[in-house]
């Protein structure tokens, strides 16, 4: 079968295709001159940087490198990473003869090696990242991206084992998901030590912590999920868990509702807290997280709290409008649709969100590149071609099955006896874009169902194909399988399918997930998952400067019209309105048996009530789980607590504050404590005669301050500037930027302690000036505003507020609300009203960003329920 020769790979995706993806010389001592290689650049532990280059000389275990960019570097064999492979081509043929090689006979060897290069080549499949770097290369590493393992057995041997397994599979490439319902709650009796437990969430920062451990140390990141059932008596302190800093912060949290919760919401009825009686004789041995099944059982369950429904479920909401977590996961509904619901039920997600697995439950994926599907003369979908692709494809991901290896024999025997597969999607954005088709617009919507449903029906056929050729998985029972949510709605519109079903058989018990495709996406060059591109047009740095630039299929668009404006179909993420969002994955969740990986973004100004409809929307649309990302979204308590908001008799709203004092400087044992706790912070050895100078200088913070907030626009996202003040003089200084847990969060809030110690600290008069003077103008790699309103980075924000503050204090009472108010942002989203926008333009806000663990630039976003980089590729779940 012929195949078309694909173009070299270019800037960002030959990189993360040499880095991720191609098949790597374990001996660095063989380099040659003339080999391509990737070169450490920047040996930075935390930031490391590597780029593509040539060698062009070497001496010894010294060599010469010759970048992509034509510059030349010095280095040594040992920083240098050698790939047996350097075009794609190369890797196609290795996964292609792998993938194949579990066939029964030599002719169904050579025939199936045929089908699978052919779809694989030009990136009409584009294999999940596990498979891409495995198959073929390694005996050790796993094919598959997802795990999920059985809720911890509730004792110290139990959550050790949990940890071992988790860390096993983390290591060799695997995302782990874990339901934390089976642990005992927080203050319960444990008998065998006359003490009390430390609750389910306490143990779940055990398993954050761990997965931070192989983040550091491994070049494929930990990623983890933990979830909690409605039930549990820990849900609210689950829910509210990243609002304080340190706790969880290496894992993506979602709570499991039910049917029933959804019902009590809605007729705001009270909820019941409950955990299994621990005293039970069978507990040790029968409790496995599954309440329904104990409560069958006649075992004797203990109410622990009774609370009301719509209080639990607004704690969700707020929490995720504030710090876009935790997700919600409608389990009981994911249940009744799914196809394993009479043999295997699940519990938990993978990190991502889009594959729902049980105990011990594993998936394979792979992507169909969509657009490599258009077809030009017809202005439509290349149908007939998209059809084949689809069944070689599933053929290719069963194969995975009996070709990967399995670390642990239980994982083994439940992949056996379900086969498990996700076929998705990338590029969808791409093709519809060449359709002339709106991403989020009612014609869109309906283009969705007809495309969806085209592979949904292409994938069942194809997979009960197989199942008459090679036979069913283990735990197929025909009437139960047709009896599942997702296979009546199937069968309802596709008879054809049930028909091949009663025939043939089922191969696999699902089929389809829509994973996000992030570093994948971003190789090949197109829209990741079902995604909307987050931008069109994009800034990269060279030893030239900045110079915009396109993503390709908006470039190509611009070369056709020059001088013209992209039309409306070219959209965004961030255009769309968070309903689009929700619509839209509904209309496609219709045809995937498994789950997606979407993220709904909303705007700065998003309230909580607009996000409380969102999620009752995307539960009652048929959606399995719903994640929000609000612009700008962080822990904000301190700056939104009702009662630390004052007013002045006879006055509006005033913008100041009481706030308490920052934890470094509130504790027990005064200011010396407070002075070394941040000396070692900052690695800075303090003696004696020091600490006794700056008691004298530092003075004490009062019990009560008044200052002003001020929110201001940076380039990694809206910053909450508070500036507390005592006899007329800033003593103390917030700083709130980010989300809560993430880098850029972390380092602002130091900025301000900093400031606020340097405040504080002697009685010279122009200290607040002289702060101005070292923040102002601090340059980073973007700046957000115009003239007077332009700002450089957090430093810089911070200055302008100084200087705002101190012209308030200078001026007739009153004015410093002025000043605060006039600072250059949007409303914030409690206080816009609905009059007040009428309209969501998400263009109009700036985009909070995050560091990327991989390169250290500020381009991390959220993407289909993932972290993904800009600048990189980096992307957490894949």
Request: proline share 4%.
């Amino acid at each position: 079968m012929e195949t078309v020769q694909a173009k070299r790979l270019e800037g960002l995706s030959e990189k993360i295709f040499l880095d991720r993806y191609a098949r790597k010389e374990a001996d660095p001592d063989l380099t040659k001159v003339g080999d391509t290689v990737l070169v450490l650049t920047k040996d930075d532990p935390k930031f490391p940087a590597k780029e593509v280059g040539e060698v062009i000389s070497r001496e010894g275990r010294n060599v010469t490198v010759r970048l992509r960019s034509g510059e030349v570097v010095e280095s040594t064999v040992e920083k240098l990473t050698l790939t047996r492979e350097q075009t794609p081509e190369q890797m196609w043929d290795r996964l292609a003869e792998a993938i194949a090689s579990v066939e029964a006979t030599p002719e169904k060897r050579k025939e199936w090696t045929e089908k699978f290069r052919y779809v694989l080549d030009d990136w009409k499949l584009v294999p999940g990242g596990r498979i891409a770097a495995g198959a073929g290369a390694s005996d050790e590493l796993t094919l598959f991206n997802c795990y999920v393992i059985p809720s911890p057995k509730d004792s110290r041997g139990g959550i050790m084992a949990t940890l071992t397994e988790m860390t096993e599979i983390m290591s060799r490439g695997g995302g782990v998901g874990i339901n934390l319902s089976s642990l005992r709650p927080r203050r319960a009796v444990v008998a065998g030590v006359n003490g009390s437990s430390s609750g389910a969430v306490s143990w779940g920062g055990l398993f954050s912590y761990t997965t931070g451990l192989i983040e550091q140390g491994g070049s494929r990141r930990g990623a983890l999920m933990l979830m909690i059932n409605d039930w549990h008596p820990d849900l609210l302190d689950f829910i509210t868990v990243k609002s304080t800093m340190g706790l969880i912060t290496n894992a993506n949290l979602s709570v499991c509702i039910s049917n029933d919760f959804m019902k009590a919401v809605k007729e705001d009825r009270d909820w019941e807290l409950v955990f299994p009686d621990t005293k039970d004789p069978d507990y040790n041995e029968v409790w496995n997280g599954d309440l329904a099944a104990w409560r069958k059982l006649g075992k004797p369950v203990k109410l622990y709290r009774t609370v009301r429904a719509r209080d639990v479920w607004h704690t969700i909401i707020e929490s995720a409008w504030k710090s876009a977590e935790p997700g919600v996961v409608f389990m009981e509904y994911y249940n009744e649709m799914s196809n394993s619901w009479y043999f295997n039920p699940i519990i938990c997600t993978n990190p991502c969100g889009e594959q729902g697995l049980p105990a011990w439950g594993v998936c394979n994926l792979s992507a169909i590149n969509l657009s490599k599907f258009y077809d030009a003369s017809k202005h439509d979908v290349a149908w007939e071609e998209l059809g084949r692709t689809i069944r070689y494809s599933v053929r290719f991901l069963d194969n995975v099955i009996d070709k990967t290896p399995y670390h642990f024999e239980e994982n083994r025997l439940n992949q056996m006896n379900e086969r498990r597969v996700g076929l998705g999607s990338m590029g969808l954005a791409e093709l519809m874009i060449r359709l002339g088709i709106r991403y989020g617009s009612p014609e869109s919507l309906e283009f969705l169902d007809k495309l969806y449903g085209f592979i949904a029906k292409e994938a069942y056929l194809a997979s009960a194909d197989i199942a008459e050729e090679k036979g069913s998985f283990p735990k197929f029972e025909c009437d139960k399988f047709l009896q599942s949510g997702f296979m009546r709605n199937m069968t309802a519109a596709f008879p054809e399918v049930g028909e091949a079903i009663r025939t043939k058989g089922m191969r696999n018990v699902t089929v389809l997930t829509q994973a996000p495709t992030g570093s994948t996406g971003t190789m090949v060059g197109t829209s990741t998952g079902i995604e909307p591109y987050f931008a069109f047009e994009y800034y990269r740095q060279s030893r030239l400067g900045f110079d915009k630039q396109y993503v390709p299929i908006a470039q190509e668009w611009k070369d056709r019209n020059p001088g013209k404006e992209l039309p409306d179909y070219f959209v965004t993420a961030m255009d769309l309105s968070a309903e689009d969002h929700i619509r839209t994955q509904a209309a496609i969740q219709r045809w995937v048996d498994s789950s997606i990986s979407k993220t709904a973004n909303c705007p700065a100004d998003f309230t909580v009530e607009e996000t409380k409809k969102l999620y009752e929307l995307a539960f009652e649309l048929g959606c399995k789980g719903v994640t929000i990302y609000r612009d700008g979204s962080r822990d904000v308590q301190v700056l939104s607590t009702a009662d630390s908001v004052k007013k002045d008799e006879g006055k509006a709203e005033d913008k100041t504050v009481e706030q308490p004092a920052p934890q470094a400087f509130s504790s027990g044992s005064g200011e010396q404590s407070a002075l070394n706790d941040l000396a070692g912070k900052l690695a800075v050895n303090v003696d004696a005669k020091t600490a006794e100078v700056f008691d004298r200088q530092y003075r004490s913070r009062p019990q009560v301050l008044r200052g002003a907030t001020y929110k201001l626009n940076t380039p990694l996202g809206v910053a909450y500037i508070t500036i507390n003040d005592s006899n007329g003089t800033p003593i103390e200084l917030f700083l709130n930027v980010g989300k809560a847990g993430s880098d850029v969060f972390a380092m602002s809030e130091a900025l301000g302690r900093v400031c606020s110690l340097f405040l504080r600290y002697g009685d010279h008069g122009n200290k607040v000036q002289l702060l101005i003077k070292h923040l102002k103008g601090i340059g980073g790699s973007g700046a957000t505003g115009f003239g007077p309103n332009r700002i450089e980075s957090i430093g810089d924000a911070v200055a302008k507020a100084l200087e705002m503050h101190l012209e308030a204090l200078n001026a007739a009472p009153g004015h410093a609300e002025q000043a605060a108010t006039a600072a250059p942002a949007a409303p914030t989203g409690t206080a816009a009203s609905a009059a007040e926008k009428p309209h969501h333009n998400h263009a109009a806000h700036a985009t909070s960003l995050d560091l990327c663990p991989s390169c250290g630039s500020a381009s991390l976003v959220n993407m289909e329920g993932c972290k993904t980089c800009s600048t990189c590729g980096y992307s957490r779940c894949s």
